[in-house]
């Protein structure tokens, strides 16, 4: 079975702080990461992705996440947030033979102007 | 264009009643999903569509969950003989294919509360 913690429920940072998102996974095999927003009243989107390569993913709005396998991590970083970042983070993960994403429990991020 | 549609956006209903819930997904996309968002909970994988393949229906909590595909197009979620429990946001999402590379697209959702 797959699964995916993410330890962060709620973070609060103001604008031009930087961002980290914790997310691990459990899972044997080979995984395709993801990571999704959704913007208050707004629907699900995808903000990037890992399948294979290199792991340092850079994804829209200056988002990145770095898989380390060791780790069984893909957390998600920003640099410096905006307002606008003000969303809730899902986490997902779909091994090799399963075809449907399994997420997180979401992070929400409230970025103070 | 056009994204997925979901219908209603809200429903409340009283606990024992049906209820069906209604997703359109993206035209031409093949592979549909449902999952359900409860609050803390994040998603919860209920059950997926691949064009003619048996739907993967591992994610239904329990026997009064169904869903239906037809003709590859629309999908009805049936919740029947509600509970309190049920209450939640029930998400549908498409994709163009269910392989790694096409992105799931999500609809808005519908808030089912079960009084």
């Known amino acids: 079975a797959q699964s995916v913690s993410q330890h962060n429920h709620h973070v609060i940072l103001s604008e031009a702080a930087s961002l980290e998102l914790g997310c691990n996974y459990s899972y044997g095999g080979t995984v395709n990461l993801f990571w999704y927003v959704q913007y208050p009243g707004q629907h699900l989107q995808l903000l990037l992705k890992?399948?294979?390569?290199?792991?340092l993913v850079k994804g829209i709005k200056g988002f990145e996440a770095e898989f380390i396998k060791s780790k069984f991590s893909f957390n998600l970083r920003k640099p410096s947030v905006q307002w606008s970042d003000t969303a809730e983070y899902f986490c997902?993960?779909?091994?090799?033979?399963?075809?449907?994403?399994?997420f997180g429990s979401g992070t929400r991020l409230q970025v103070q102007p | 264009g056009a994204g997925v549609s979901q219908s209603p956006s809200n429903k409340v209903t009283e606990k024992g009643k049906d209820v069906e819930l209604r997703c359109d997904p993206i035209s031409g996309h093949t592979a549909l999903y449902w999952y359900r968002q409860s609050l803390g909970q994040g998603l919860e994988f209920l059950i997926y569509?691949?064009?003619?393949?048996?739907?993967?229906k591992s994610g239904l909590p329990s026997d009064r969950f169904s869903a239906e595909r037809t003709g590859g197009s629309v999908s009805t979620l049936t919740i029947q003989r509600t509970q309190q429990e049920d209450s939640a946001v029930y998400l549908c999402?498409?994709?163009?294919?269910?392989?790694?590379?096409?992105?799931?697209?999500f609809g808005n959702g519908t808030r089912l509360t079960v009084t």
């Open positions: 999402a498409s994709s163009l294919d269910g392989g790694p590379n096409s992105p799931l697209h």
């Open positions: 997902a993960v779909r091994g090799t033979g399963r075809r449907a994403l399994t």
């Open positions: 890992y399948f294979s390569g290199d792991p």
């Open positions: 569509f691949q064009g003619n393949s048996a739907p993967d």
